[in-house]
């Protein structure tokens, strides 16, 4: 088992920055890659970014691609979201998740394993 605990979400301005946290703990050295899902309300859940553990290779949706980063410090066994420049649309609840198993398709939500309990991120105009 894998647990995952997220933490900074919050509100700010358009325009402004926040970075999420998610600390693994458990049976880490199986996770084979990381990866941030959102939810806005009446939307189905989205693909923002992830990366893989070992190689750190990160792939990003369209969306967020320039002004999201994703991190990882494998010695903390924690995986990082900077956004930056971030926009109205980009309010929702931002999920973190781990995947065990091998594959390119890191976008697909059903190949996760575990995931967090959320965090709000609420950026006003």
């Known amino acids: 088992q894998v647990q995952l605990v997220e933490s900074g979400g919050g509100l700010v301005q358009a325009g402004g920055s926040l970075r999420l946290s998610c600390a693994a703990s458990?049976?880490?050295?199986?996770?084979?890659?990381m990866g941030w899902f959102r939810q806005a309300p009446g939307k189905e859940r989205e693909f923002v970014g992830a990366i893989t553990w070992t190689g750190g290779s990160t792939r990003y949706a369209d969306s967020v691609r320039g002004r999201f980063a994703i991190s990882r410090d494998n010695a903390k066994n924690t995986w990082y979201l900077q956004m930056n420049s971030l926009k109205p649309e980009d309010t929702a609840v931002y999920y973190c998740a781990a995947r065990l198993r091998y594959g390119l398709d890191l976008g697909t939500p059903n190949k996760y394993d575990y995931w967090g309990q959320g965090t709000q991120v609420t950026v006003s105009s």
């Open positions: 458990g049976r880490t050295f199986g996770i084979y890659a």
